[in-house]
Each structure stands twice: as C-alpha cells, then as structure tokens.
Nanobody
Framework: QMKFVESGGGLVQAGGSLRLSCAAS??????????IGWYRQTPGNQRELVAT???????RISDSLKDRFTVSRDNAAKTAYLQMNSLKPEDTATYYC?????????WGQGTQDTVSS
C-alpha cells in the first residue's frame, strides 16, 4: 500500500536548520509523474501546504517561507526533501508530504520539528 514516509525532524534552536526527507513506499507508484507537496500542521489547525515540486510550475514555496525553505527531489530514489534554514519557533509543527493535490490514502506519520527560542 502506498504511503509516504517522512524523516529528519527533531529539536533545533532558533536559527538552526533541518533537512526533511520523504520517501514513497509504493513500488508501483509513479513518483516522477507526480507533483509532491510538503505540508505542515500544528495542534488545532488544519494542515497547510508549504511547498510543492514538480509539474509545469516546477518549485513553489509559500511566500512567507521562500527566503528560508527550499525543496528538491530525487526521482530515482522516490524521495523528496525540504531544507529549512533560519528556523523560527513558529516553524514548530508536524511536517508531512503527499502528492499535490493530496491523496488522503497516502498520508504518513509525519515528522515532528520543534524549534526552541
């Protein structure tokens, strides 16, 4: 069954960096043909899309994050990455990846990032 598996989260001080990874587990999933999105969610709030990569638009990152976040992918490895620099406490969230638009069956467990002030 196809799921995304996120990793790379952790506890970091404000100003630090994290690199998240997201691997597609399904053997028949055509990773290279899909736009991949990174999402994040904080308790009590809806999951929000922060970045996408793939398709005609290439790479897109939320305006408020584009100076600090970059997204990349390795189609051969069926893996996407989110590089987060100059982290702020408000970046604390659980980060997920999925296709964009998302497929509710593909959600993984996410990876928790905590940024301390």
């Amino acid at each position: 069954q196809m799921k995304f598996v996120e990793s790379g989260g952790g506890l970091v001080q404000a100003g630090g960096s994290l690199r998240l990874s997201c691997a597609a587990s399904g053997r028949t999933f055509r990773f290279e043909h899909n736009v991949i999105g990174w999402y994040r969610q904080t308790p009590g709030n809806q999951r929000e899309l922060v970045a996408t990569i793939g398709g005609r638009e290439g790479t897109r990152i939320s305006d408020s994050l584009k100076d600090r976040f970059t997204v990349s992918r390795d189609n051969a490895a069926k893996t996407a990455y989110l590089q987060m620099n100059s982290l702020k406490p408000e970046d604390t969230a659980t980060y997920y990846c999925n296709t964009s638009p998302y497929n509710r069956l593909f959600w993984g467990q996410g990876t928790q990032d905590t940024v301390s002030s």
